[in-house]
C-alpha cells in the first residue's frame, strides 16, 4: 500500500502562473515532509520541507502547506519559470526512530512549464 | 562541491552475475541510503545504515545487500542480478535531525 500519494502524474502550467503540487499520505506516524526536485540524469535535490507541527513554510518561490488532519500537503511556486520544469517528488519521515529508517516517497509529479 | 559520489555511473551485466555498487561520501554523515527508481514507482528504499556494521532492510531488500565498513564508503551488492533489478540506483546521505537527505547523481544498472 502506497503510504505517499501524488495522484497527478503531470502537470503543466504557464510561465508566470502559480504551480500547485499536491500530496496526500495515510501514516500518521509522519512527523516531517520534503519535496524534492529532479531534473533527468541527475539525483533528487531538496527543494523545501515542513514539520507537523507547521501548517505553512516559505522560502522564495516556494511555499509548502500542511494540512495535517486532511493528510495533506501541497507546493506552490510563483511565479513558475521555465526552469521549474522538472519532477517533484514529495517525501515523508517517520518520527520514531529519529528518521533514520529513510524517507517514504511518492511516485512523483512531472511539472511542465510552458512559455 | 559533491560531498557524496557514486561508482560507476553505468553499468551493463548479464543476467546472474554479481554486481556491486560504491557509495562513498566526505561529509561524515552517520546515516546512509540505497533508493532505486522505477517509471511508475517513485523512489524505493533498498537498505539503509546509521553506522558503520550497522545496516538494515529497507522496503525492497529482497535480492540485494549491503556492507559499510568505513563511515564514508556504503556498497550495495546484487548477489545474482535479474531483469527486474534494471533500475536506476540513487545513494543518499544524512547528518541526522530534521535535514533533508542529500542524493548522489545516481547509477544506472542495465541487467541483460
Known amino acids: 500500500d502506497q503510504q505517499v500519494k501524488q495522484n497527478s502524474p503531470s502537470l503543466s502550467v504557464q510561465e508566470g502562473r502559480i504551480s500547485i503540487l499536491n500530496c496526500d499520505y495515510t501514516?500518521?506516524?509522519?512527523?516531517?515532509f520534503l519535496w524534492y526536485k529532479k531534473y533527468p540524469a541527475e539525483g533528487p535535490t531538496f527543494l523545501i520541507s515542513?514539520?507537523?507541527?507547521?501548517d505553512k513554510n516559505e522560502d522564495g518561490r516556494f511555499t509548502v502547506f500542511l494540512n495535517k488532519s486532511a493528510k495533506h500537503l501541497s507546493l506552490h511556486i510563483v511565479p513558475s519559470q521555465p526552469g521549474d520544469s522538472a519532477v517533484y517528488f514529495c517525501?515523508?519521515?517517520?518520527?520514531?526512530?529519529?528518521?533514520?529508517?529513510?524517507?517514504?516517497f511518492g511516485k512523483g509529479t512531472h511539472l511542465i512549464i510552458q512559455p | 562541491d559533491a560531498g557524496i559520489t557514486q561508482s560507476p555511473r553505468h553499468k551493463v551485466t548479464e543476467t546472474g552475475t554479481p554486481v556491486t555498487l560504491r557509495c562513498h561520501q566526505t561529509?561524515?554523515?552517520?546515516?546512509m541510503y540505497w533508493y532505486r527508481q522505477d517509471p511508475g514507482h517513485g523512489l524505493r528504499l533498498i537498505h539503509y545504515?546509521?553506522?558503520?556494521?550497522?545496516?538494515d532492510k529497507g522496503e525492497v531488500s529482497d535480492g540485494y545487500s549491503v556492507s559499510r565498513s568505513k563511515t564514508e564508503d556504503f556498497l550495495l551488492t546484487l548477489e545474482s542480478a535479474t531483469s527486474s533489478q534494471t533500475s536506476v540506483y540513487f545513494c543518499?546521505?544524512?547528518?541526522?535531525?530534521?535535514?533533508?537527505?542529500?542524493f548522489g547523481s545516481g547509477t544506472r544498472l542495465t541487467v541483460v
Open positions: 517525501a515523508a519521515r517517520r518520527g520514531s526512530g529519529g528518521g533514520a529508517d529513510g524517507l517514504t
Open positions: 501514516n500518521s506516524m509522519f512527523d516531517y
Open positions: 515542513i514539520s507537523s507541527i507547521k
Open positions: 561529509e561524515n554523515h552517520r546515516y
Open positions: 545504515s546509521y553506522g558503520v556494521k550497522d545496516t
Open positions: 543518499a546521505i544524512a547528518g541526522g535531525g530534521n535535514y533533508g537527505y542529500t
